[in-house]
């Protein structure tokens, strides 16, 4: 299985990001499911193809013609990624609100039928109306949703280790 981890970046301070790493550590060792991590992706995309460029946020303000470049091979990039996968994660909190990537990638998502697992400190009246009718299931921590996806997989994670 793939899976996709959705939310926040553009607008997320680097405490943000560390969800994404220790599901995705989870993931691996609970469920052995590949992960798709965009901020290790977009970190190895820009060290192999742009290697020069220090900070690639900063490009937005001095060198609008360079991040449009750049920014639109990430959302390629991050699109395929999307229709590869097998489910989402979303991670909905404040940055991925103030952003537009998280919105596109589970409309996306919901578009090509993929099922969409969203983890919000919201209370539900808070979460966007469109975010909601894309989600197949939401959870309010990440124990809850490791809870669910442990009961959903653990036979084929099972299978899988025994060689069925």
Not at 2 to 20: D, P
């Given at each position: 299985?793939?899976?996709?981890?959705?939310?926040?970046?553009e607008?997320a301070?680097?405490?943000?990001?560390?969800w994404?790493?220790?599901?995705?550590?989870?993931?691996?060792?609970?469920l052995?499911?590949?992960?798709?991590?965009?901020?290790?992706?977009?970190?190895?995309?820009?060290?192999?193809?742009?290697?020069?460029?220090?900070n690639?946020?900063?490009?937005?303000?001095t060198?609008?013609?360079?991040?449009?470049?750049?920014?639109?091979?990430?959302?390629?990039?991050?699109?395929?990624?999307?229709?590869?996968?097998?489910?989402?994660?979303?991670?909905?909190?404040?940055?991925?609100?103030?952003?537009?990537?998280t919105?596109?990638?589970?409309?996306?998502?919901?578009?090509?039928?993929?099922?969409?697992?969203?983890?919000?400190?919201?209370?539900?009246?808070?979460?966007?109306?469109?975010?909601?009718?894309?989600?197949?299931?939401?959870?309010?921590?990440?124990?809850?949703?490791?809870?669910?996806?442990?009961?959903?997989?653990?036979?084929?994670?099972?299978?899988?280790?025994?060689?069925?």
């Amino acid at each position: 299985m793939r899976v996709y981890l959705s939310g926040g970046m553009e607008h997320a301070n680097e405490k943000i990001f560390v969800w994404r790493f220790e599901i995705e550590e989870w993931l691996k060792e609970n469920l052995n499911h590949l992960v798709f991590n965009p901020v290790v992706e977009t970190q190895k995309f820009l060290e192999e193809n742009y290697p020069d460029i220090v900070n690639f946020r900063e490009l937005k303000e001095t060198a609008p013609e360079k991040f449009t470049e750049i920014i639109s091979r990430i959302v390629e990039r991050d699109i395929e990624a999307v229709k590869e996968c097998d489910y989402i994660i979303c991670f909905w909190d404040e940055s991925a609100e103030k952003g537009a990537g998280t919105q596109g990638e589970i409309t996306l998502a919901k578009f090509l039928n993929k099922p969409i697992f969203l983890v919000s400190k919201f209370e539900f009246s808070k979460i966007p109306a469109w975010i909601i009718g894309c989600v197949d299931k939401i959870f309010y921590d990440f124990d809850e949703l490791k809870d669910f996806l442990y009961k959903k997989f653990k036979s084929s994670y099972e299978s899988n280790e025994s060689g069925d």
